[in-house]
């Protein structure tokens, strides 16, 4: 999950010398993080059959090697064109890898225990921004920005070869989907399911939310306090402690006292916290402790939410995370959109309650729709698709 998101932001502190090396703009270079995301969320869903079929293990250790064969060819790209198209497929590489990842704590870990492991997952994927960043822009102004694409591509190589040596050999079989059973089946079947459906909206939601802060934080921090664009790595950093404080202590929260109290909760103080950001900081410190207490229940919240995702149809786990995965690439772009157009429209100050509002939204079809999951309750229903 580290490299997943090192490889999604590491065009972030070189996008300028990239341009400019490739004879493009910036606003075209910054395709390059459009076109990943991208494929990422649109191959999530349809790799879904695939990882049935080949298997956990096999889906991760693949993803692994496409993500280092992708960032080993960017090293090398002559042209925009070619860059633009390695970074695609990389998309296909965390497509692979994602839905897996989640799918196998689902499957070797029980609810009850659950939310402290994927909150241990999130722990990797938050420290791509706070150790990835700065070491792309130090790998950058020592050597190039082609550099940071050869290390992710060694490490990568080098993951996949733990991961194959390491992860569990033997598949689940007692709740498997039948990959022959059909994509589009099995996505209905699942999306037939008013809590699946619910809950996946709510983390769609909670993902745009984040990003509506995420996108736009160095900006407004340098708009309305005069503060350099060196920031950001100070920016990066409370972000990331905040994502890591919450997904731990809130998955760890939600195994003893039930998850969707901890959602809810999560919920409500992250619209809070979100609309204080913006609109009740008068100076940048105190900007700061808001936008780690926003970070922190967004952790919490998302550790929790992927934690009953897992539980609530596990005969079609493999699907849902698959629409998961699309939804968090998906929830990039709205929430960078929705935060670019509240920048445009009415200022940086409507970034929070705009990020608010879809928090709000989020926790509102939780509220509706989804139950708890407990050790005694039956699992949610959801149609199983039928097989041909």
Known sequence: MFTIVFNSMVITPVLADIAGDLSVSVSVGGLLVTVNALVAGVMAVVAAPLISRIGRRHSIVLGMVILSASNLASVASPDFLTLLATRAIAGLGAALLAPAVFVMVGDYFSYEQRGRAIGLVMTGASLGPVLGLPAGAVLADAFS?????LVIGALCALFAVLLYRNLPKQEPTAT???PAAGMVANWSAALRSRPVSAALLADFMGFASWYV???FMGAFFREEYGLSTSVLGLLTVATGLGIITGSNGGGRLGDRLG???????SGLAGALFGTLLTTAAPWP???MVFLFA???????RMASSRAVL???????RTTIMGINTAGLQFGVLLGSLAGALAIDWVGYAYLGPTAAAFCLLGTLAFWLEVPE???TSAHIPTETAATP
């Open 145 to 149: 920005w082609r550099a940071i694409f």
């Open 176 to 178: 498997e989907e039948d």
């Open 213 to 215: 802060v995420l996108t």
């Open 259 to 265: 998850k969707r109290p901890i959602i809810l909760v």
């Open 285 to 287: 410190a105190l900007a």
């Open 294 to 300: 926003f970070a922190v229940p967004t952790g919490a």
């Open 310 to 316: 897992t539980e609530l149809s596990p005969p079609l």
């Open 373 to 375: 999951v407990t050790r």
